[in-house]
Every structure is written in C-alpha cells, then in structure tokens.
C-alpha cells in the first residue's frame, strides 16, 4: 500500500493529519515535518489499531490546532 498523508484544515483552523499505508509507528516520523512547519502542540493523538497492535501487541490520527 502506498503511503500517504492527508490534511485537513477545518474553519476553526484545526488541523488533522491522517496517515495511510504505514505499519507500526512509522506515522509518528512521517508526520513529524508537517507538525514543526505546523509549529503548533499536539492537541490530540489518536493510533489507529495497526500502531497499537505494533506498540502493544494490539492509521494513525493525530489533530492540531494552528497558533
């Protein structure tokens, strides 16, 4: 599966960035250039069940709020 990123900025100015096609928490260094040009904290994260399962055994989701 290929990888990919999709963001999306809602009329508040929040933003969230859903991963695809990365196992494990490969998301987390994926997304880590968009948060610092972001320049925002991390209001949420949220692993989707294939970051879990590689974290505990058990899509990553991740939402940002401009600043």
């Known amino acids: 599966m290929e990888q990919s990123v999709e ?3 809602d009329g ?4 969230t960035l859903r991963v695809a096609g990365v196992e ?3 998301c ?3 997304t880590e250039p968009f948060e610092q040009l972001l320049g925002a904290d ?3 994260r949220e692993m989707t069940p ?3 399962q590689a974290l505990y055994g058990t899509d990553h989701v991740e939402q940002r709020r401009g600043g």
């Not at 508040?12 to 933003?15: A, L, S």
């Open 12 to 15: 508040d100015g929040k933003v």
């Open 24 to 26: 494990g928490t490969e």
């Open 28 to 30: 987390l260094a994926l």
């Open 7 to 9: 963001i999306v900025i």
């Open 42 to 44: 991390v209001e949420h």
């Open 50 to 52: 294939e970051a879990d």
